[in-house]
């Protein structure tokens, strides 16, 4: 059961191909699609390091915010967001601008990292 006054980490899981939902270190929810508000696109450098390195996906890279049941209107100031550890260092917008935190984040199945859209208020 999620606890709603405290942050989770979400990232994608390629392995069921749905969001991976973790809270205290411990992974409480698989989920088609997650709403956040007080976001953090988190990248762990060594992780990253490592699937250059041997070529073969890790978890090291994910959202950090608080589970909501919904978010404001997509306004106009959201942004596709997306992560490929092979391109970028970081999370990075349609037109790859690094991404480090957003007011509300809506992940979608699909195509992992590239069905999570960012808002700004």
């Not at 997650?34 to 959202?63: F, I, M, P, S, T």
Request: charged fraction near 30%; glycine fraction near 6%; aromatic fraction near 12%.
């Amino acid at each position: 059961m999620v606890d709603r006054n405290k942050r989770v980490y979400v990232y994608f899981n390629f392995h069921k191909k749905c969001w991976s939902v973790r809270q205290e270190g411990k992974v409480i929810e698989h989920t088609k699609a997650v709403l956040l508000k007080d976001c953090r696109y988190l990248v762990g450098q060594a992780g990253r390091k490592r699937v250059l390195r041997e070529k073969k996906k890790n978890v090291h890279a994910g959202v950090s915010g608080y589970m909501v049941d919904r978010v404001p209107a997509l306004p106009e100031e959201s942004k596709e967001i997306t992560y490929n550890p092979y391109k970028f260092e970081t999370f990075v917008t349609d037109n790859n601008e690094p991404v480090t935190r957003s007011d509300y984040a809506v992940l979608t199945c699909g195509r992992g990292w590239q069905d999570v859209e960012g808002m700004w208020e």
